[in-house]
């Protein structure tokens, strides 16, 4: 049974042996571990995880793929596929016994960013995530402060995990080629976060806000949100623009705003 890659799925299915060797060695599978693998596709990475693991859950949405899967994987015990929307799914439920779950993914670049902040909110059942995306989404992902790749991703996703893209990935790689670079990314929770985060719905409205127009100043970004005293009292200026701020300084933004509002 052959599969036409979807538009609509964001399909680009991988097929470069080497690449996936480097993906393979990246992730470094062990037979204790449980696996899940999001957007299996036609199976071109599937197959190396299982043997390595033993056990994998896969997540697929498009009901073709599905059947191509069940057909392909029916002899294999330690396989288990859920007809899904990721961005829908428990990931949670699959752990039991208290383990930690290992995500691998080549998710398409349409809804990549929603679905990064789906596994935010199941991070604490999670050892690591490892994913191929728009190489432009991983540099965001990645980036400090001070870049102009800088911004929201950036520090939401690096206030809760440990970020590092591994290696570029060439439009070759996949069928069909897609018009852009490609990356693999890991991304590892924190055990335990490097600073306190109190409301987390709070820290995520600061972070949008302040990023909402990237050339004003925080003064006027978080005008109705924060006040100017309270930007001053993290020891920021309330001149500076929002690339310039930490992760951390966020925190502390969010934290004082949560501190007043309760005492308040």
């Not at 591994?166 to 069928?175: C, D, M, N, S, W």
């Amino acid at each position: 049974m052959t599969h036409r890659a979807r538009k609509r799925f964001g399909q680009n299915f991988l097929h470069d042996p080497g690449v996936i060797d480097r993906i393979i060695r990246a992730i470094n599978p062990a037979h204790d571990q449980h696996l899940v693998e999001i957007g299996p596709g036609q199976g071109a990475i599937t197959e190396h995880l299982l043997a390595a693991a033993g056990r994998l859950d896969a997540v697929e949405l498009d009901r073709d793929l599905v059947t191509l899967l069940s057909n392909k994987y029916r002899n294999h015990p330690g396989f288990h596929l859920h007809s899904a929307d990721a961005l829908k799914f428990d990931f949670c439920q699959l752990a039991t016994k208290g383990e930690k779950l290992r995500i691998i993914g080549n998710l398409p670049y349409n809804i990549s960013t929603p679905l990064l902040f789906h596994l935010l909110e199941n991070a604490q059942c999670l050892q690591d995530m490892h994913f191929m995306l728009q190489k432009e989404v991983v540099e965001r992902m990645a980036a400090g402060p001070g870049s102009k790749t800088y911004g929201r991703l950036s520090v939401m996703l690096q206030a809760y995990c440990q970020v590092r893209m591994l290696f570029p990935i060439g439009p070759g790689a996949f069928q069909p080629a897609p018009k852009v670079e490609s990356a693999f990314v890991r991304l590892v929770p924190h055990e335990q976060p490097p600073f306190a985060i109190n409301d987390p719905d709070l820290f995520s409205k600061v972070v949008t806000q302040a990023f909402s127009q990237r050339r004003k100043t925080l003064r006027n970004t978080l005008k109705g949100l924060v006040a100017t005293e309270s930007i001053a009292s993290c020891g920021m200026d309330p001149s500076t623009r929002a690339e310039q701020l930490s992760v951390e300084d966020f925190a502390c933004l969010a934290n004082t705003l949560a501190c007043i509002r309760t005492s308040g």
